[in-house]
């Protein structure tokens, strides 16, 4: 086996500030940690980023919570009150170091701590200010909270997900998520974009980023609307399966199992009726001959490819789609997922450290040669306030005193 020469991380020597909560802004930052960027992430002294009170299940009980840890690892946590004039100078002196501003406060909350995107401008020109949002400013609905089942719901996510009259939330946190991605990938843009520039262009002057939670879930959303705004129809959730395509579904098993089986083209469909289920009938009937057929005739096909299902056991379903170069997979359930032997075969766990303790995590999903993300500890709260501010050259006794002014929050672990 060919043996790759070690990389640097990609970010190394790239900072970023983070004033986040929840998931969508920490997602971002922790992608950009994992790829070696030094993440500050500045959290109120008064029980900091409201995710690690989720829940204690993590090395628990009286452990961490399961968001929290998987959005925050790698990252430094420095307490400071930004409702002191000590604490927000003290951002500012962060932000002094910065390249990029993550954050994803309450409407207006950022303006009012003189840190938003044009307060940014003008004092730190240099630093990428990035907000998160719910709805984006100017709209009727700027004004409202936004959690991610909001959105979803709000985008039309829970309308195409369930079942006719029995309509649900997808269980990720789609919206949380995939904001986090863009918002990674856009730092990652105007960083490239920086380190281009031609010689004698000037200093560089960060543009700003806005991302709104809707935006995206609109985005994500593509398939369906674009479908809407040209048919008027608004078609219905299935399930385990896809209005767009037929057959494509999940069908119980003679051994209590359930699999899930699909196709995408005419050619894989021949091979269901004939190779598998063996129903030439199907497979010479014109009412099946399109996928746009087979999508209004779709119960015909599915209690044909379910009355055999219901006759074989997974294994053998399994083994008799995969020879026929038919996609299929098996149902599982998360336990089953922790379990998976794909994820044990590939190496994909990785030790990392907790304040309460090792857990294993899975790596991040790039897999590039000759680096590996680092993947370091999930920070306890306020766990670097004092190695950070010594950074900027506060001494003890300074940081003693901005203790007791309460600009900083308790020394960690005291």
Known sequence: RQVTEPHPAPLAGVTIVAMEQAVAAPMCTRVLADFGARVIKVENPNGGDFARAYDDVVNGPGGLAAHFVWC??????????????????????????????????????????????????????????????????????????????????????????????????????????????????????????????????????????????????????????????????????????SPAVAPYGAFPTRDGQTVVLGTTNDREWQRVALEIIDRPDLADDPRFATNSSRCAHREILDEAIGSWCARHDLADIQTIADAAGIGNSRYNVPSEVVAHPQLAARDRWRTVATPHGDIQALRPPPVISGFEQPMEAVPGLGQHTDAVLGELGFTPEELARLRADGAIGPAYGG
């Open 72 to 241: 925050n690892r790698g990252k430094e946590s420095v307490t400071l009150n930004t409702k002191s004039p000590a604490g927000v100078d003290l951002l500012h002196r962060l932000l002094d170091h910065a390249d990029a501003f993550v954050s994803n406060l309450a409407p207006g909350a950022t303006a009012r701590l003189g840190v938003s995107s044009a307060d940014l401008a003008v004092r730190h020109p240099g630093v990428i200010p990035v907000e998160i949002d719910g709805y984006g400013p100017g709209g009727p609905i700027s004004h409202k909270r936004a959690y991610d089942l909001l959105v979803q719901a709000e985008s039309g996510s829970c309308a195409i997900t369930g079942y006719p009259g029995m309509p649900a939330k997808p269980g990720p946190a789609m919206a949380d998520f995939s904001t986090g991605l863009y918002a990674a990938i856009s730092i990652l843009a105007l960083l490239f974009g920086r380190g281009n520039r031609p010689a004698g262009a000037g200093s560089f002057r960060a543009p700003a980023v806005e991302l709104s939670l809707f935006d995206v879930m609109t985005d994500v959303m593509g398939y369906a609307l674009t479908y809407t705004q040209h048919s008027g129809i608004d078609q219905q959730p299935l399930g385990v399966g």
